[in-house]
């Protein structure tokens, strides 16, 4: 099973999101977490390749199970694991072999293109306290079939 991190960065009421090119989904930035890794190191890791800043305040905000399927049938399953920064230091990359780069104001989360799980996580990154579980279902194209979502708070 893939493990997957990302970093959502918020400052001045804006995060900064990656555009992707292949749907124009909007995403925060991370990716695939390397043999060894901490969760956190990853995401850290792989926000810091994407945009070439260093988040600040770094705190984990959800653990999700995301399942593709066809039919009734899993062709693919991974862990995502959300984060999110108060903050960053540096100048953001405009655009990468990623996507393109830019800051949004906090409510287009809502509105924005992106995958509906990812904005689950990331409004619930973005707005609430405590740690958000899920499983995700989807089709193949990403169309998304069921959310099963739970939150704690210490």
Same mark, same amino acid.
């Given at each position: 099973?893939?493990? =997957?991190?990302?970093?959502?960065?918020?400052?001045?009421?804006?995060?900064?999101?990656?555009?992707?090119?292949?749907?124009?989904?909007?995403?925060?930035?991370?990716?695939?977490?390397?043999?060894?890794?901490? =969760?956190?190191?990853?995401?850290?890791?792989?926000?810091?390749?994407?945009?070439? *800043? *260093?988040?600040?305040?770094?705190?984990?905000?959800?653990?999700?199970?995301?399942? !593709?399927?066809?039919g009734?049938?899993?062709?693919?399953?991974?862990?995502?694991?959300?984060? !999110?920064?108060?903050?960053?230091?540096?100048?953001?990359?405009?655009?990468?072999?990623?996507? !393109?780069?830019?800051?949004?104001?906090?409510?287009?989360?809502?509105?924005?293109?992106?995958?509906?799980?990812?904005?689950?996580?990331?409004?619930?990154?973005?707005?609430?306290?405590?740690i958000?579980?899920?499983?995700?279902?989807?089709?193949?194209?990403?169309e998304?079939?069921?959310?099963?979502?739970?939150?704690? =708070?210490?």
């Amino acid at each position: 099973m893939q493990r =997957i991190a990302n970093l959502l960065a918020v400052q001045d009421q804006q995060v900064l999101l990656l555009q992707k090119p292949r749907r124009g989904w909007y995403v925060a930035p991370g990716g695939k977490m390397e043999s060894g890794e901490s =969760i956190y190191e990853a995401a850290i890791r792989e926000f810091q390749e994407e945009t070439d *800043v *260093v988040p600040k305040h770094v705190h984990l905000k959800g653990v999700y199970t995301m399942v !593709i399927k066809r039919g009734e049938q899993v062709v693919d399953e991974w862990m995502l694991y959300t984060f !999110i920064a108060h903050g960053i230091e540096g100048t953001p990359f405009e655009e990468t072999r990623e996507g !393109i780069l830019g800051w949004h104001p906090l409510e287009s989360l809502k509105t924005l293109p992106m995958a509906e799980g990812d904005r689950t996580n990331l409004l619930f990154a973005a707005h609430k306290k405590g740690i958000q579980y899920g499983t995700f279902e989807y089709t193949e194209d990403f169309e998304l079939l069921s959310e099963q979502i739970q939150s704690s =708070i210490e």
